[in-house]
């Protein structure tokens, strides 16, 4: 593929309803990151996976997230018993190394919209 | 606390004029820093990396880490340079390189 994809690009769904989010990083990136971006704010970080393991869960903003990448490719966010404060555009974003140091940098997908009723 | 302030929200140029999109950051060691830059119905993409001293589309930037601050500059703007601007700081302070973004600013260039 060209770039990071994401599905769904639109998501609505119920208060108290649960959501999955997916993220297909460029082949062979090791890195892949999971950040939330609210109206009118900047992405805020939530998880950081190196190949399957995630090394980083800090920004996940409470029990109800829960990100995974089984197989270090494809990766999932899962959100349960949704809130109105949910609604956000969730960004993933892959790279190739796990550091910066010669690499170029995280690349974006298009993000996931999702609006909770 | 690491942290990147973007000052303006919005910035409104005419075309040809000169730009500068303001950046500070704050944080624990040496950083790397970035702009990312959000065409209208397009994805976030890089801009620029402070470490490759490049200029991309004509756009310059300096880490002064005397000032903490890493502006983007350009010396005449067109317009389609339109879009939305994101100061980006990442390191290993942060342990996995996230980054930690500001909350951009929106730069209108004017006909």
């Known amino acids: 593929g060209a770039g990071v994809s994401q599905s769904p690009r639109y998501k609505v769904a119920k208060r108290g309803q649960d959501v999955a989010l997916r993220c297909d990083p460029i082949s062979g990136h090791v890195s892949l990151f999971w950040y939330q971006q609210a109206l009118g704010q900047g992405p805020e970080f939530l998880t950081y996976f190196q190949n399957e393991a995630q090394l980083d869960k800090s920004g996940l903003p409470s029990d109800r997230f829960f990100a995974e990448r089984p197989e270090g490719s494809v990766s999932t966010l899962k959100i349960q018993r949704t809130q109105q404060e949910d609604s956000a555009v969730y960004l993933c974003a892959s790279s190739l190394a796990p550091g910066l140091a010669g690499g170029s940098g995280q690349f974006f997908g298009p993000g996931t919209r999702l609006t909770v009723l | 606390a690491q942290r990147v302030t973007q000052p303006e929200k919005l910035l409104s140029v005419f075309k040809g004029a000169p730009v500068e999109l303001k950046c500070n950051y704050s944080y624990s060691g040496s950083p790397e820093l970035f702009w990312y830059v959000q065409y209208s119905r397009q994805r976030l993409q890089l801009l620029l990396r402070h470490i490759s001293r490049e200029s991309i589309k004509g756009f310059t930037a300096d880490l002064n880490k005397g000032e903490t601050s890493f502006h983007l500059k350009k010396p005449f703007a067109q317009e389609e340079d339109s879009a939305m601007y994101y100061c980006?700081?990442?390191?290993?302070?942060?342990?996995?390189?996230?980054?930690?973004f500001g909350t951009g600013t929106r730069l209108k260039v004017l006909a």
């Open positions: 980006a700081l990442s390191g290993v302070a942060s342990g996995t390189y996230k980054y930690i």
